[in-house]
């Protein structure tokens, strides 16, 4: 049941954040072509606003009605035994756990192995870093102490005019946060590792990085346009990937970013007004995916008692476990407190009966409820089922460990308090 409760939520965020990410893969070339490319890398954050939207409250929840009822005398439950075995819940959740473990440790590896090759670094006067001269850099290395790292012989090969658009380009990385934005698109990618649409989520994401970093270079320093340019052909491409940072990688865009240095640029006024756009349209439809989750149900408040005096009824109510394995311990009634006696059916002199599934939890609480007979219907319903949502349970142990399982459990209403019932006769 534990399992089935993760593998749930997990499986709403796995189609709500792909259907968010399939929608930005479909906006982000228009939008960066009419509102820039901060625009485009801004409405990356559709995907996590999405997920984090399903896992709020639900904005509405459903609430049976209650109805008014006189009070129903004592109960006696009866135990039983339910054990369940080994689910495919249980499969599943130990698969993705176990290709998430893989993800991350694959991704340490290549992080590893990029800032080994980097060698002993030495600073530099400008606030950066020198390492040994490998593929990819100049690039922003980690996230806790984020380094700004050149090549070596970085002075002999760019020109003065190349190193200063070069570092500020690096230098807007580490102001904007980009390093850490990586780093939970790695998160992420350890978690959906089962998910392809994420890799080329994270290609597109770092290329619209890029794309609006450049933005950001040009926008300060519009005349190095093509100084800019040739900084960027003469940088070689690292075939090592660097999961945490920014860096010039294999797959990295390079011909698209020489291109957009030939686009006319926008004013501050428009880039201002493009970010306020996608920040309202991304908080929009959030908002929107929250508010469309469906109507949680909520447990009824008990009504007040009538001021008139209860009725003392003899009813009973007694369990009737569907065992699904053997367990080594029998699951004990913990607390079973008594429905209500609908007022509309006492004064009618109605009797009936309701019967319940509930699956139980291993904390002994039910976790769902489920009516599968009831006569008369829909009289005894409500009421049953409020009054079920508050039992306990002792669950039921395998090797010395609580386990889950399901509880049938009928319930009569009676107003005669000679009438009795065999659970096996089913009267």
Request: proline fraction near 7%; hydrophobic fraction near 50%.
């Amino acid at each position: 049941m534990a399992s089935l409760e993760i593998m749930q939520p997990l499986l709403q965020v796995t189609l709500a954040s792909s259907a968010a990410c399939l929608l930005v893969l479909l906006l982000r070339g228009p939008l960066r072509r009419r509102l820039g490319a901060g625009a485009a890398y801004g409405l990356w954050a559709m995907v996590p606003l999405s997920a984090v939207a399903l896992l709020l409250p639900a904005p509405r929840t459903a609430v049976l009605a209650n109805p008014v009822a006189a009070v129903v005398g004592p109960m006696l439950p009866v135990p039983g035994s339910v054990s369940v075995g080994w689910g495919w819940a249980d499969g599943l959740l130990l698969l993705w756990g176990g290709g998430a473990l893989l993800m991350a440790a694959l991704l340490c590896w290549q992080q590893r192995r990029f800032v080994r090759a980097l060698g002993p670094l030495q600073a530099l006067g400008n606030g950066c870093w020198q390492g040994a001269d490998v593929p990819g850099l100049p690039a922003l290395v980690g996230v806790l102490r984020p380094r700004i790292v050149l090549p070596a012989g970085f002075a002999h090969r760019y020109s003065a005019d190349e190193q200063a658009l070069i570092v500020l380009h690096e230098r807007i990385h580490l102001r904007r946060g980009d390093g850490w934005i990586n780093a939970l698109v790695a998160l992420w990618c350890c978690l959906f590792w089962f998910n392809p649409l994420f890799v080329l989520a994270q290609r597109c994401l770092r290329a619209d990085q890029e794309f609006s970093c450049d933005e950001r270079v040009i926008a300060q320093r519009g005349d190095a346009r093509r100084s800019y340019a040739s900084a960027m052909l003469k940088t070689s491409l690292a075939l090592s990937p660097l999961p945490v940072g920014c860096h010039w990688q294999d797959i990295h865009p390079l011909k698209e970013r020489i291109v957009m240095l030939k686009r006319e640029q926008q004013t501050p006024l428009q880039r201002r007004l493009a970010g306020v756009g996608v920040t309202a349209a991304v908080l929009l439809l959030s908002t929107v995916a929250w508010a469309a989750q469906p109507a949680q149900p909520a447990q009824p408040a008990q009504p007040a008692q009538p001021a008139a005096a209860p009725v003392q009824n003899n009813g009973r109510i007694t369990a009737e476990v569907d065992a699904l394995g053997a367990a080594t311990v029998d699951v004990q009634v913990r607390e079973m407190s008594a429905p209500v006696y609908p007022g509309e059916a006492f004064a009618r002199g109605q009797s009936g009966k309701v019967v319940l599934e509930i699956e139980v939890g291993v904390d002994g609480k039910p976790t769902a409820i489920e009516v599968v007979e009831s006569s008369p219907a829909g009289v005894f319903d409500a009421s049953t089922v409020a009054a079920a949502w508050k039992w306990q349970f002792n669950p039921s142990q395998e090797d010395g460990k609580p386990v889950a399982g399901k509880v049938r459990v009928p319930v009569w209403f009676d107003l005669d308090e000679t009438t009795t019932h065999s659970t096996n006769s089913g009267s």
